[in-house]
């Protein structure tokens, strides 16, 4: 059983940046972030394997979010810079137990509100 803790989010202006972070109680193969907006359905975001080396970003990020990992914490994060009205949502956190397998835990979320 692994644990996700989400943290970082908040309210911020429009073109602002914040980064979220998301804590592992154990190893994960892959982890990613998706985002639920009220309303919506929940939509992927982001997606990192263990290496590091291979990530994928739903097509809305258009390079304004960066994933990126610490193994050694067992963490991931994602920075996001430029936020817009429309990145408001819950963001919610996701690990994989195989690389290519389902994601088996999901974090409680954390809300980011992109203020115009």
């Known amino acids: 059983q692994v644990q996700l803790v989400e943290s970082g989010g908040g309210l911020v202006q429009a073109g602002g940046s914040l980064r979220l972070s998301c804590a592992a109680s154990g190893r994960t193969a892959r982890m990613g972030w998706f985002r639920q907006a009220p309303g919506k359905e929940r939509e992927f975001v982001a997606a990192i394997w263990w290496s590091g080396e291979t990530v994928y970003y739903g097509n809305f990020v258009k390079g304004r979010f960066t994933i990126s990992r610490d193994n050694a914490k067992n963490t991931v994060y994602l920075q996001m810079i430029n936020l817009k009205p429309e990145d408001t949502a819950v963001y919610y956190c996701?690990?994989?137990?195989?690389?290519?397998?389902?994601?088996?835990?999901w974090g409680q979320g954390t809300q980011v509100t992109v203020s115009s």
């Open positions: 996701a690990a994989a137990t195989l690389s290519n397998g389902v994601y088996d835990y």
